[in-house]
């Protein structure tokens, strides 16, 4: 089993809907988790992170963690063509180091 | 502008070259990482230095070296590369283990 699972997609979704992206993880001892956004050929920019249970939220984007089912999602609320791009979801396994997912590439089309 | 400059953005060299990739974060953090992302592969951590003392060397084969003289600059170190090692080289910088990670625009490498 992958420490870091997402679904490659691509994910489509129309101009103005909600995107939502998942995550799940191996590890129950995890205690930190991010959200990347990954444009073709460039670096990976920190979009959310989340330590708790729930729903943390930051303008369009919503974070939400469940770590008694171990997932993470992020919610994209009227999505934009901008947000075209790989989603990386990332998880910290143990002290220092920080798993990676194989990302989620999402498709926003006008 | 990300707070975290890598050098050279791009490079390419012969399998007997030696070189060096250079990493400098302007945000006052303790932890340096490196990362290795090749296509259709989830990026790899490489090495990871909190304080300057190498905290993570995740098998990384011996022709990769890093050295870290302080805590804002961290060098990767290459001699002797194989064509498999042509990627994307990312650093990386964070106040602490759990808090996020910032990267630079990284270094695309490519051997012949």
């Known amino acids: 089993q992958k420490e870091v699972e997402q679904n490659s997609g691509p994910l489509s979704v129309p101009e103005g809907a909600i995107a939502s992206l998942n995550c799940t993880y191996s590890d129950r001892g995890s205690q930190s988790f991010f959200w990347y956004r990954q444009y073709s050929g460039k670096s990976p920019e920190l979009i959310m992170f989340?330590?708790?249970?729930g729903d943390k939220e930051d303008g369009r984007f919503t974070a939400q963690l469940n770590k008694a089912s171990q997932y993470v999602s992020l919610l994209i609320r009227d999505s934009q063509p901008s947000d075209s791009a790989t989603y990386l979801c990332a998880v910290n396994i143990n002290t220092d180091k920080l798993i990676f997912g194989t990302g989620t590439r999402l498709q926003v089309f006008p | 502008e990300t707070g975290v400059t890598q050098t050279p953005r791009h490079l390419v060299m012969g399998m007997t070259n030696k070189k060096s990739l250079k990493c400098e974060q302007h945000?006052?953090?303790?932890?340096m990482y490196w990362y290795k992302q090749s296509a259709k592969k989830p990026l790899e951590l490489m090495f990871v230095y909190s304080l300057e003392e190498r905290v993570e060397n995740n098998s990384v084969p011996s022709r990769f070296s890093p050295e870290c003289p302080n805590s804002s600059h961290l060098f990767l170190h290459l001699h002797t590369l194989q064509p498999e090692d042509s990627a994307l080289y990312l650093c990386?910088?964070?106040?602490?283990?759990?808090?996020?990670?910032?990267f630079g625009d990284g270094t695309r490498l490519s051997i012949l």
């Open positions: 990386a910088s964070s106040q602490d283990w759990n808090q996020p990670q910032h």
């Open positions: 989340i330590y708790s249970n």
């Open positions: 945000l006052g953090h303790n932890a």
